[in-house]
């Protein structure tokens, strides 16, 4: 198999920082009830997960996610299974952490974290959504539309785009999700399942553009 590319090409830099930065909601962070870890492929999100504990930033975490086709060759046992075992590794007690590995979407991430904290009587008023820092957009936007009561921060390893890239190892594979996850942004605010979010025009551009380069493989038919 072909090595997959790790360096952003010069002539899509400037489209896909512009969407870079439209994800990140540069959230201040706060101390919340607790802290929910959103499942995908990035085992990022689950280390800046324990870090954001190890900073009293909540005193629960909720690791959540099954496995998508993207996942399941490197978390076999499922997303939050992994992450808990990540976390646990990077000295998060094992009490301090609740697992939820049935959700396949960011929608089942929140209702089942909500329905899991319920049922373990442990009131939430205030969350933060800890994620891959281009799905925070969407985190949020999900959140508020499932569960509005709730006061809700999100938060991302806080790496420079490049960096995050390295860590990824696969530059086709980012750029895709970063255009997926803007198309996202408005398909589920019309289908229902997120509350509307502003998508600025030179965004818009910057995901066309994109798109007519070939990275579509995220996108909804």
């Given at each position: 198999?072909?090595?997959?590319?790790?360096?952003?090409?010069?002539?899509?830099?400037a489209?896909?920082?512009?969407?870079?930065?439209?994800?990140d909601l540069?959230h201040?962070?706060?101390?919340?009830?607790?802290?929910?870890?959103?499942?995908?492929?990035?085992?990022?999100?689950?280390?800046?997960?324990?870090?954001?504990?190890?900073?009293?930033?909540?005193?629960?975490?909720?690791?959540?996610?099954?496995?998508?086709?993207?996942?399941?060759?490197?978390?076999?046992?499922?997303?939050?299974?992994?992450?808990?075992?990540?976390?646990?590794?990077?000295?998060?007690?094992?009490?301090?952490?609740?697992?939820?590995?049935?959700?396949?979407?960011?929608?089942?991430?929140?209702?089942?974290?909500?329905?899991?904290?319920?049922?373990?009587?442990?009131?939430?008023?205030?969350?933060?959504?800890?994620?891959?820092?281009?799905q925070?957009?969407?985190?949020?936007?999900?959140?508020?539309?499932?569960?509005?009561?709730?006061?809700?921060?999100?938060?991302?390893?806080?790496?420079?785009?490049?960096?995050?890239?390295?860590?990824?190892?696969d530059?086709?594979?980012?750029?895709?999700?970063?255009?997926?996850?803007?198309?996202?942004?408005?398909?589920?605010?019309?289908?229902?399942?997120?509350?509307?979010?502003?998508?600025?025009?030179?965004?818009?551009?910057?995901?066309?553009?994109?798109?007519?380069?070939?990275?579509?493989?995220?996108?909804?038919?």
């Open positions: 198999m072909p090595e997959c590319a790790t360096t952003l090409p010069k002539h899509l830099r489209d896909v920082q512009t969407l870079w930065d439209y994800h540069h201040e962070l706060r101390s919340t009830d607790v802290g929910i870890g959103l499942g995908s492929h990035d085992l990022g999100v689950a280390t800046y997960a324990a870090e954001l504990y190890q900073r009293g930033c909540f005193p629960k975490i909720v690791f959540t996610g099954a496995n998508a086709p993207t996942t399941v060759a490197r978390f076999p046992r499922g997303e939050a299974v992994h992450y808990r075992e990540h976390a646990v590794e990077l000295g998060v007690p094992d009490d301090a952490i609740l697992v939820e590995p049935t959700a396949r979407n960011t929608g089942d991430n929140i209702e089942r974290s909500r329905e899991l904290l319920a049922a373990r009587g442990i009131k939430v008023n205030s969350a933060t959504l800890i994620s891959r820092p281009y925070q957009r969407r985190a949020y936007a999900t959140c508020k539309k499932l569960w509005p009561e709730v006061e809700v921060r999100c938060a991302s390893q806080p790496l420079p785009l490049d960096e995050y890239l390295q860590s990824i190892g530059v086709d594979r980012v750029i895709n999700m970063l255009v997926g996850d803007t198309q996202r942004i408005s398909v589920y605010a019309q289908r229902g399942f997120a509350i509307p979010q502003d998508v600025p025009k030179e965004v818009q551009r910057a995901f066309e553009r994109l798109v007519a380069s070939g990275y579509t493989a995220r996108l909804l038919t």
